[in-house]
């Protein structure tokens, strides 16, 4: 198992930028493919973006493409997400996630271990 603990969140004003970190913990960071996603109340869990193990392969919601950016660092059990150019319809609740293997999927269903989240609030 891997436990997720995500942080870096906050208030910005539209146009700022924010860095998200999701320290991982438990078996070897480098097994796992890595994704973030992203929920506002009401809606479903959305995909934002994901990391192959190695880092080679990274994948974007069309909704942050150019904006975002993932990355990761197996060094320190880490992955991160850049977040650039934000818009208030960014504010959600963002998550980390997990996933065994080293495929890149975009769904909820694909990720076992989840982190508890942090609030990113985009004011206009």
């Known amino acids: 198992q891997v436990q997720l603990v995500e942080s870096g969140g906050g208030l910005v004003q539209a146009g700022g930028s924010l860095r998200l970190s999701c320290a991982a913990s438990g078996r070897t960071f480098s097994s796992y493919t890595m994704g973030w996603f992203r929920q506002v109340p009401g809606k479903e869990r959305e995909f934002v973006a994901a990391i192959s193990r190695s880092g080679v392969s990274i994948y974007y919601a069309d909704s942050v493409k150019g904006r975002f950016t993932i990355s990761r660092d197996n060094a320190k059990n880490t992955v991160y997400l850049q977040m650039d150019s934000l818009k208030p319809e960014d504010t959600a609740v963002y998550y980390c996630?997990?996933?065994?293997?080293?495929?890149?999927?975009?769904?909820?269903?694909?990720?076992?271990?989840w982190g508890q989240g942090t609030q990113v609030t985009v004011s206009s």
């Open positions: 996630a997990a996933r065994d293997g080293s495929n890149i999927f975009t769904t909820t269903l694909s990720y076992a271990y």
